[in-house]
């Protein structure tokens, strides 16, 4: 089991907290949650059983959470889940659905080790994430 990523993000002037965890390799999922004041406002879940017995499964694991991670920051800052979706789920007590699950290897999340010319091409979106991320482990 790799420690994970916890971040405070003030968005909108709302401040929201990501937390991305690994469940070891007994139950080799990877979750991410999006809180605002407590409540789960989405979830993604990426199963990496097809990774078991690689040599380097430390650090495609460590990848998959980074760009796990990521995505749901991604999501926060395009709106995805605004002010308007979280009223949405206070006043209907609506819940916000089952976690997303994906697979590492379903191309909806980049692969570990596909670097090169896609590190050459970050987007201003992901080198701020990155910074983020930085910044909230150095503190």
Same mark, same amino acid.
């Given at each position: ?17 990501? +937390? ?50 990521? $995505? ?5 800052? $395009? ?6 979706? +979280? ?7 609506? *819940? ?5 699950? +994906? ?21 201003? *979106?992901?080198?701020?994430? *990155? ?9």
């Amino acid at each position: 089991m790799l420690v994970g990523y916890n971040n405070n993000v003030t968005y909108k002037g709302k401040v929201y907290h990501v +937390q991305t965890e690994d469940s070891g390799l007994k139950n080799p999922i990877i979750v991410t949650l999006l809180y605002f004041k407590g409540t789960i406002l989405a979830s993604k879940k990426t199963n990496y059983s097809h990774l078991i017995g690689n040599k380097d499964i430390k650090e495609s694991v460590r990848e998959l959470m980074k760009e796990q991670h990521k $995505a749901i920051l991604k999501e926060l800052i $395009a709106g995805k889940h605004t002010a308007e979706v +979280q009223a949405e789920v206070k006043e209907t007590g609506a *819940d916000v659905g089952k976690p997303e699950i +994906q697979s590492a290897a379903s191309g909806n999340i980049s692969e570990p080790g596909a670097k090169g010319a896609a590190d050459k091409t970050k987007t201003l *979106d992901d080198i701020l994430l *990155d910074y983020i991320i930085k910044r909230e482990k150095s503190k």
